[in-house]
């Protein structure tokens, strides 16, 4: 027995363990030991605190903030460096200026970036809905990050109340748990400016409603599914259409209810229509083109994935997002073998669905299938397939593409759970899983509380999918610091090398292009650039090369 712990090398024990699987379970046995010795206590108070929708939804909405909160002396507030952030940055930016896309800047040649329209006018290509949670907490708060952080919140108080539509009280409490541990401050979705809790937010509006309006809800349930709708049409505009679809689904046994709660939801999304139908006038100058289809005929979607002196870059990524993003842009483009091709994509792609289970969850997923028989839980099953196919038809896919779905997966494993405790013995081991689930959760936040221990920096690359800001952008900070030094309103021109990646993208500028203090262009070569020094006489002018290691920067100097 005592070879099992010769090694804390996963490679070198013979059973694989590592150093951070020996410290899990250790710590799983510790709360397995208190729970037992808790329980007579814990159970009945949980049961009774279930009970108490409107606290529970206060403390689930405020556990991942001040969880988070708690690790910014290691991990502080996330800075942007994907350019979807980017996107929705400028979307936040543009909003607070009271406009929904900006006026078409008469040298935007110099500005051009990916996911950022500049003809016929300077706006972002997304729908407002992350821009808008953005823009709200830079308003109220000072920094788009606290828009983030709320939507975080506002998604796992949100999942429990949906999950009280579905289950008892104490297990719709595991659930809000299991949200907070798997959404919370350790996952991507509160550490970048993505999105991701927004449309998880909408998809609980929606799923919770349903159960309630079968079950004799009536105008404020009708109204909460569509304000989900409606959350979704303004996130993940091609995502509602299977929301939709998912929703209308679920009546088909019970078609008169639909009937009878079809008048206030469409009250409650002809808002969220009209908004998108505005944005669209205003940014590509057609009530019916959205922005993000007028970028792609402008521009076109990439079809490899490859380092090349490409002027106009592609997308900044994550290791985890740079693998997904590899194995599915080859499918683009491609017109032999398409069916197979699309399952071939289908089935890669199931591996990622595992951002929305802890490992320990996998085994109540297996007492979830009995449910099935019950149509209301095959409608489930039903639904998260029909957003898997239809997201399958977009060449890329992250986990928050199908956001709006989260809860359903959050309720399989509940309903799993529950099933569990109804076998003989089951109950005791649906009891471990969810101990070994806090366990997984209180090691790794552990960890990030300790990050400048050395054990913690030992432990780092056994991650997998939690996403706390270990790898901030160090050069773009840099940068932004070196900047934040020189006095007055400054033009950035960067210079990108021959073989520049075209995934590292630097050109990035406020709403109000003039009025900023920092200006980023992109180097066009004399005279060219003499057009834009003249149109910005006031600016001390700068020159950036990224490419260099570190970037340099220094005065601008013109070429002779």
């Known amino acids: 027995m005592f070879d099992l712990f010769r090694s804390f090398l996963p490679f070198e024990n013979p059973i694989g363990f590592g150093a951070s699987d020996f410290i899990e379970l250790t710590l799983a046995a510790l709360l397995v030991l208190l729970s037992l010795l808790c329980r007579p206590w814990i159970e009945p108070q949980a049961r009774r605190l279930g009970k108490k929708t409107v606290w529970c939804m206060a403390l689930f909405a405020a556990l991942p903030v001040a969880l988070r909160l708690a690790l910014l002396p290691h991990h502080p507030v996330p800075s942007p460096d994907v350019y979807d952030e980017f996107s929705h940055l400028l979307t936040a930016d543009t909003l607070l200026h009271f406009r929904l896309a900006n006026p078409l800047h008469p040298l935007h040649q110099f500005f051009?970036?990916?996911?950022?329209?500049?003809?016929?006018s300077y706006s972002s290509i997304y729908v407002i809905g992350q821009g808008a949670v953005l823009a709200f907490g830079r308003l109220i708060f000072g920094h788009p990050w606290a828009g983030v952080v709320l939507s975080v919140a506002a998604f796992c108080a949100l999942c429990f109340w949906m999950l009280r539509g579905w289950t008892t009280p104490g297990w719709a409490l595991v659930g809000g748990a299991l949200a907070v541990i798997q959404f919370g401050p350790l996952n991507e979705w509160m550490n970048g400016y993505w999105g991701g809790a927004v449309s998880a937010a909408a998809g609980c509006l929606v799923f919770g409603?349903?159960?309630?309006?079968?079950?004799?809800?009536?105008?404020?349930?009708?109204?909460?599914?569509?304000?989900g709708l409606a959350i979704q049409l303004l996130t993940r505009p091609y995502e509602f259409i299977f929301l939709f679809l998912g929703a209308l689904l679920f009546f088909v046994p019970a078609f008169r209810i639909l009937v009878r709660a079809a008048p206030v939801v469409l009250l409650a999304t002809i808002p969220a229509v009209a908004i998108t139908l505005l944005q669209?006038?205003?940014?590509?100058?057609?009530?019916?083109?959205?922005?993000?289809?007028?970028s792609r005929y402008q521009?076109?979607?990439?079809?490899?994935?490859?380092?090349?002196?490409n002027p106009i870059p592609h997308r900044a990524l994550t290791p985890q997002?740079?693998?997904?993003?590899r194995s599915q842009v080859s499918y683009h483009g491609e017109s032999t073998d398409t069916l197979r091709r699309f399952f071939e994509r289908l089935e890669y792609r199931v591996r990622f669905y595992r951002f929305f289970f802890l490992p320990s969850l996998y085994l109540a997923l297996l007492f979830f299938l009995p449910a099935l028989r019950d149509y209301k839980f095959l409608w489930i099953l039903l639904t998260l397939l029909l957003f898997a196919i239809g997201c399958n038809f977009y060449p890329f896919f992250f986990p928050h593409y199908i956001a709006a779905v989260t809860c359903l997966f959050v309720l399989m494993s509940v309903t799993g759970l529950q099933r569990l405790s109804q076998w003989r013995a089951g109950q005791e081991a649906a009891r471990l899983i969810v101990i070994l689930c806090?366990?997984?959760?209180?090691?790794?936040?552990?960890?990030?509380?300790?990050?400048d221990k050395e054990f913690s920096l030992a432990l780092r690359r056994f991650e997998t999918w939690d996403a706390i800001n270990h790898r901030n952008p160090e050069r773009r900070i840099a940068i932004n610091q070196e900047l934040a030094?020189?006095?007055?309103?400054?033009?950035?021109?960067?210079r990108y090398a021959a073989q520049h990646p075209f995934q590292d993208e630097w050109i990035y500028n406020a709403a109000d292009i003039d009025g900023a203090r920092i200006v980023w262009a992109r180097d066009l070569g004399e005279p060219e650039n003499t057009q834009l020094r003249g149109y910005y006489p006031d600016r001390t002018v700068m020159l950036l090369d990224p490419d260099f290691r570190p970037p340099r920067l220094g005065l601008y100097q013109p070429e002779r």
Do not use: C, M
């Open 209 to 227: 409603a349903l159960p309630r309006l079968r079950n004799g809800g009536g105008t404020r349930e009708a109204a909460l599914l569509g304000l």
């Open 112 to 120: 051009e970036t990916f996911y950022v329209l500049q003809e016929p």
């Open 280 to 294: 669209n006038k205003r940014a590509t100058g057609e009530w019916t083109t959205p922005p993000y289809l007028l």
């Open 299 to 309: 521009y076109g979607v990439p079809t490899t994935f490859t380092v090349q002196p």
């Open 485 to 494: 030094q020189i006095p007055g309103k400054l033009l950035v021109f960067v």
């Open 321 to 325: 997002q740079e693998t997904s993003y």
């Open 438 to 451: 806090i366990a997984h959760f209180v090691f790794w936040y552990g960890l990030h509380v300790f990050d």
